[in-house]
């Protein structure tokens, strides 16, 4: 057998061990990532019921004789805070490309006040490490960073942590408007999405009560503005923990597409090369035949 069919198979066989490596850990990256999308969509659903009663509960307070708390006055110089919401690991396809060019780009060329660009007056704080990078790879320096919570228990105590940090940017920077920017799921893929934290649309949640299911009137005893309080924080939290459930579901979402793409890709080049590995072995076995005829043919004539 020639020297140079022995390198080849053996180079042939080096590359279809090596595919079949990589097609087993795609294979594990994918049910992984399939798994976290049902497991964080389920997170983010579990609390669309609470999310409602607390709309409900502010409507009630808001349409009661309580003194409303009047909006801010406008000041073109008070900060804009807005969180980008992306992810602290990679092979997910376009979504964190996707969720950092609709904050810095796509959504202000929407906005006819911005004049298609971002306000000067923005402090940015990037969540995710693969978004932290992107956002700095734009020219854009971050306030602050913050990785993604890497389990459903460690979104809650996360998600205080960064309510803190927003009442320190409000105490410290005047910080008046928050906006969020993430991506949610969608089937086989996901989509951009922007929130308005801050300031809250007291007029929006007042109207919340038209739609009272209940034959009887709502009522409370707490004092008015202990529970407005108590009810907004709530809503806070369960606004900046859907987006963060959502985040994560959509980001194993593009994830598992990634996979498949993979697993795909790698498939069909393991294909390809079991058949040229059976192409080279079926050329080594003919060879080696006709070195044997060849060499029964001499012995043969000398007798």
């Known amino acids: 057998m020639g020297k140079n069919i022995l390198s080849t198979l053996e180079t042939l066989q080096k590359q279809i061990a090596s595919g079949e490596d990589l097609s087993s850990i795609v294979k594990t990256m994918k049910a992984l990532a399939a798994t976290s999308v049902r497991q964080y969509e389920k997170a983010a659903e579990s609390l669309d019921d609470y999310y409602h009663t607390v709309e409900l509960g502010l409507s009630v307070v808001l349409s009661s004789e309580l003194e409303r708390p009047s909006a801010p006055a406008s000041d073109v110089d008070s900060a804009v805070l807005m969180f980008v919401i992306g992810s602290d690991h990679g092979l997910a396809g376009r979504f964190n490309e996707q969720i950092v060019s609709y904050a810095l780009e796509e959504y202000w060329e929407e906005k006819v006040e911005s004049a298609g660009e971002m306000p000067s007056n923005m402090v940015i704080a990037a969540v995710g490490e693969q978004a932290i990078s ?170």
């Open 134 to 303: 992107r956002v700095d790879a734009a020219g854009i320096e971050t306030a602050a960073s913050f990785n993604m919570p890497s389990s459903i228990s460690a979104i809650s105590p996360f998600i205080q942590h960064l309510l803190e940090e927003i009442e320190r940017w409000q105490a410290r920077e005047g910080v008046e408007k928050v906006l969020l920017f993430y991506n949610r799921p969608r089937t086989a893929s996901f989509s951009p999405r922007a929130e308005t934290l801050l300031p809250v649309d007291l007029d929006q949640l007042k109207e919340t009560r038209l739609k009272w299911e209940s034959r009887s009137l709502p009522t409370f005893t707490m004092p008015p503005d202990q529970l407005l309080s108590a009810l907004l924080r709530q809503y806070f939290f369960v606004s900046l923990y859907r987006a963060c459930a959502l985040s994560l579901a959509a980001e194993n979402t593009s994830r598992l597409a990634a996979m498949q793409a993979a697993e795909k890709n790698i498939n069909e080049r393991l294909g390809e090369l079991k058949a040229s590995y059976q192409h080279e072995r079926q050329a080594a076995i003919t060879e080696e035949l006709l070195d044997i005829i060849s060499g029964f043919r001499a012995v043969r004539g000398h007798n």
